[in-house]
């Protein structure tokens, strides 16, 4: 930088390739992200080099899944104003997040089997079944389960919040709601009902899909809503797998931290559908 250009610069600003950067100013990067808390989140136990990836990883996934949550719940809400558009687009991100947490599986899996015996003791009875984030994710979408509320007895915040979701209409009991608000043959009982228990299928509920689906000029919100939901529920079951055979290929068929039958509880899991008739539609038409 020339004498002359230098005598232009402030005691608060720095000339960084070209572009002159403020380093005083009221909110920086750092502050506004704050990063020194973030990043002083990780607290690896064992002292092996590979706890801080196994570490970062889950937490990773952890913010994501708080993303999905924000995103989940604001869609839901514009389903059941009757508002789509909006919530298409939520519902998309949504879509591009479980794209990334599929993908934190496969920077998992550089981790060998001797990598992970080396601190897995370290975790204790720490598992992903306690998170109770992902939990309510899932009862969101529509996996409802009391009895894995009782995971989180001991913890007042959560257990209270989830067990208010356990209790209030899914994304999809609320679709419902509005294929019933226009005219659709919905039965009472899929409108109002104990959401807190799990959602059984309806043939009614497919032959409202089934129209939907044959008629997509006449219905085309509905149609893209329907779409939307698939997304969804296809890069859950993605990730689900990802998740499975991940484990898999790292502990093989051992059990769980958190003391769960492991690779098998998380094949289970595969067999879960949140939105039942989305899928047996494309069988019946």
Same mark, same amino acid.
């Given at each position: 930088?020339?004498?002359?250009?230098?005598?232009?610069?402030?005691?608060?600003?720095?000339?960084?390739?070209?572009?002159?950067?403020?380093?005083?100013?009221?909110?920086? =990067?750092?502050?506004?992200?704050?990063?020194?808390?973030?990043?002083?989140?990780?607290?690896?136990?064992?002292?092996?080099?590979?706890?801080?990836?196994?570490? +970062?990883?889950?937490?990773?996934?952890?913010?994501?899944?708080?993303?999905?949550?924000? &995103?989940?719940?604001?869609?839901?809400?514009?389903?059941?104003?009757?508002?789509?558009?909006?919530?298409?687009?939520?519902?998309?991100?949504?879509?591009?997040?479980?794209?990334?947490?599929?993908?934190?599986?496969?920077?998992?899996?550089?981790?060998?089997?001797?990598?992970?015996?080396?601190?897995?003791?370290?975790?204790?009875?720490?598992?992903?079944?306690?998170?109770?984030?992902?939990? /309510?994710? &899932?009862? $969101?979408?529509?996996?409802?389960?009391?009895?894995?509320?009782?995971?989180?007895?001991?913890?007042?915040?959560?257990?209270?919040?989830?067990?208010? +979701?356990?209790?209030?209409?899914?994304? =999809?009991?609320?679709?419902?709601?509005?294929?019933?608000?226009?005219?659709?043959?919905?039965?009472?009982?899929?409108?109002?009902?104990?959401?807190?228990?799990? =959602?059984?299928?309806?043939?009614?509920?497919?032959?409202?899909?089934?129209?939907?689906?044959?008629?997509?000029?006449? =219905?085309?919100? $509905?149609?893209?809503?329907?779409?939307?939901?698939?997304?969804?529920?296809?890069?859950?079951?993605?990730?689900?797998?990802?998740?499975?055979?991940?484990? /898999?290929?790292?502990?093989?068929?051992?059990?769980?931290?958190?003391?769960?039958?492991?690779?098998?509880?998380?094949?289970?899991?595969?067999?879960?559908?949140?939105?039942? &008739?989305?899928?047996?539609?494309?069988?019946?038409?």
């Amino acid at each position: 930088m020339a004498n002359r250009d230098w005598e232009k610069m402030t005691p608060h600003t720095v000339d960084l390739e070209g572009e002159t950067v403020h380093w005083d100013q009221e909110m920086s =990067y750092g502050q506004y992200l704050d990063l020194e808390r973030l990043l002083a989140c990780q607290h690896p136990n064992s002292g092996q080099h590979d706890e801080m990836l196994f570490i +970062v990883l889950h937490q990773v996934s952890e913010l994501w899944l708080k993303q999905c949550l924000h &995103e989940a719940h604001a869609a839901a809400d514009h389903i059941r104003k009757d508002e789509l558009k909006p919530a298409f687009k939520m519902l998309s991100r949504i879509a591009r997040i479980q794209e990334q947490m599929i993908h934190v599986w496969e920077v998992l899996v550089t981790m060998t089997p001797s990598d992970y015996a080396c601190f897995r003791d370290s975790l204790g009875q720490s598992s992903g079944l306690q998170s109770y984030q992902y939990r /309510e994710l &899932e009862f $969101l979408l529509g996996n409802k389960n009391p009895r894995m509320v009782e995971v989180h007895r001991n913890h007042r915040q959560h257990y209270e919040r989830l067990t208010q +979701v356990l209790h209030e209409p899914s994304i =999809y009991d609320i679709s419902l709601q509005l294929l019933k608000r226009r005219g659709f043959d919905i039965p009472a009982a899929y409108v109002k009902r104990d959401w807190s228990q799990p =959602y059984q299928p309806s043939a009614k509920v497919e032959q409202a899909w089934a129209e939907i689906y044959r008629h997509t000029d006449k =219905y085309w919100d $509905l149609y893209e809503l329907a779409e939307k939901l698939v997304d969804t529920e296809y890069n859950f079951q993605k990730w689900r797998f990802s998740h499975m055979k991940t484990v /898999e290929r790292i502990i093989g068929y051992k059990r769980g931290t958190g003391g769960t039958a492991g690779v098998a509880y998380l094949a289970k899991a595969l067999d879960l559908k949140f939105f039942p &008739e989305l899928w047996s539609v494309r069988t019946a038409m």
